[in-house]
């Protein structure tokens, strides 16, 4: 696998949002395929900081009832077993000490196999009441609703966890299964397709049942050895909210009866993400795009510490600015957090100061930390160094200027040669590619150019005939 930087950095910044715990745990996958930034000691130092007295972790996009600990606790051990980080001792006896009082609690086969992995990457036995659990039965799963046969394949893969992690060779039903894949296999979230293809593999089946599997997976694979969801290609909230961003920055104006209602039913809908980040999205998108007000529950998320991070290290930066964004957008306010200090010398130390005071004008605060170096700032903004994506160049640049940098005729001409060769998308002039070797058209880039556009009083995207490039909304949403 051979990911650009800019899409590492999407990457990690897409799932970091989502969760601070499990976001991390998914990136997992990308460092053993070779992408070992994607996943570093820094990211277990983080996941260390979210461990609570009682043993377990809590990852703030859960919440903090038993079942969401038990959930966080599993994804920050496997961050920390790949990072090579377990944590100290005292940690682990406690963490160990508390799974096991889980165990003599009667938990379900999904349940079960959470506490035994976990267990087993402690280096701790698995307790012989967690052993004695069978696979769930499958005489019934025909006539089950698909909920139903949704929660069956993870109570099954729950079982195989718990018997793998146990050293038990798992006994399923491997003849209803290979029928569920047979009937499935080009219908099913890619998700419920990996605890499937787990749940063969563990009972034995070879490739010949899950060619389907690796045809489905090829089919989707990009350039760059990952693969895409064809469905994450349907609208995200997250493309919607930059498309309307740039209308704004346009003024084309942002009011879209056609994007409200599309918002108000996915919510209705029984599957419909009802975390944080998903929430406070779709709150920002009604009240751009149909004046609605703020959710008094958005208001609470907004002010909530373990949602948008009240105390920013350079770990945060790039989170919080999101979070602010997005709560902005919502139109709810967010507390200015407390501010650690940190070097700004490297590229990943420069984008995390830009982020750093993006949000803080975000807030209203005008005042830029005196630590930030604004002739690094300046320098990234000029002289990128090689890998850079145009996002990054372009937030080093506004950074810099919030910061009472000078708009002289060398930071002009870098941004100007930039942005030309990285201007435009086939049938969408408007947009801006990622750049750093990548092709792909972004809104997020966009939107950043065209803030440094408004915020250069329009000096930077001024054509010689005095006319404006295209916008980046045409034809979009």
Not at 172 to 187: F, I
Not at 237 to 261: H, W
Not at 371 to 388: K, Q, Y
Request: aromatic share 6%.
């Amino acid at each position: 696998m051979e990911l650009t930087a800019a899409v590492s950095d999407e990457v990690r910044s897409d799932a970091l949002a989502v969760s601070a715990v499990w976001g991390r745990y998914w990136l997992i996958a990308f460092r053993d395929a070779g992408a070992r930034t994607a996943l570093t000691g820094a990211d277990a130092e983080a996941v260390e900081r979210l461990y609570r007295p009682g043993g377990w972790y809590e990852d703030p996009a859960l919440g903090d009832d038993p079942a969401q600990r038990l959930s966080a606790t599993w994804a920050a051990l496997e961050v920390l077993d790949a990072v090579g980080r377990l944590g100290p001792d005292k940690r682990r006896e406690a963490t160990a000490r508390w799974l096991a009082s889980l165990a003599d609690g009667d938990p379900g086969p999904e349940e079960a196999g959470a506490i035994a992995r976990s267990l087993r990457l402690l280096g701790r036995p698995v307790p012989a009441r967690l052993k004695a659990l069978k696979a769930p039965p499958m005489a019934d799963f025909g006539s089950l609703s698909p909920d139903e046969r949704a929660q069956r394949l993870l109570d099954t893969y729950g079982y195989v966890t718990l018997a793998e992690s146990a050293g038990i060779a798992p006994e399923v039903d491997r003849t209803a299964w290979r029928k569920a894949l047979t009937d499935n296999a080009e219908a099913l979230e890619y998700d419920q397709l990996y605890y499937l293809a787990r749940v063969l593999r563990a009972g034995g089946e070879g490739g010949d049942v899950l060619r389907p599997v690796v045809r489905r997976l090829e089919s989707s694979r990009l350039p760059d050895g990952t693969v895409g969801d064809p469905s994450s290609y349907v609208g995200t909230g997250d493309a919607s909210l930059f498309v309307q961003l740039l209308r704004t920055l346009a003024g084309d104006g942002a009011r879209d009866v056609r994007l409200a209602r599309a918002v108000r039913e996915e919510k209705e809908t029984d599957d419909a993400p009802d975390d944080p980040v998903s929430r406070i999205t779709r709150a920002a998108l009604l009240r751009s795009a149909a004046g609605d007000g703020v959710p008094q529950d958005v208001r609470a998320l907004c002010t909530d510490g373990s949602v948008v991070p009240s105390e920013v290290t350079q770990d945060e930066a790039v989170e919080w600015q999101r979070m602010v964004l997005l709560c902005a957008e919502a139109g709810a306010e967010t507390p200015a957090p407390a501010v650690t200090a940190w070097p700004v010398r490297t590229r990943q130390q420069i984008r995390d100061a830009a982020a750093l005071v993006d949000g803080l004008t975000l807030l209203g605060t005008e005042k830029v930390p005196a630590w930030v170096d604004t002739a690094a700032l300046r320098r990234a903004a000029i002289n990128p160094e090689a890998g850079t994506p145009l996002y990054e160049q372009a937030l080093a640049a506004l950074a810099y200027l919030r910061a009472g940098g000078k708009a002289d005729a060398a930071l002009l001409s870098a941004l100007r040669s930039e942005q030309a060769a990285q201007h435009g998308c086939p049938g969408l002039p408007g947009l801006y590619r990622i750049g750093a070797g990548d092709q792909g058209c972004d809104l997020k880039t966009t939107w950043a150019v065209r803030r440094l556009d408004r915020q250069l009083d329009g000096r930077l995207l001024r054509l010689p005939d005095g006319t404006h490039a295209p916008s980046g909304s045409e034809k979009q949403g």
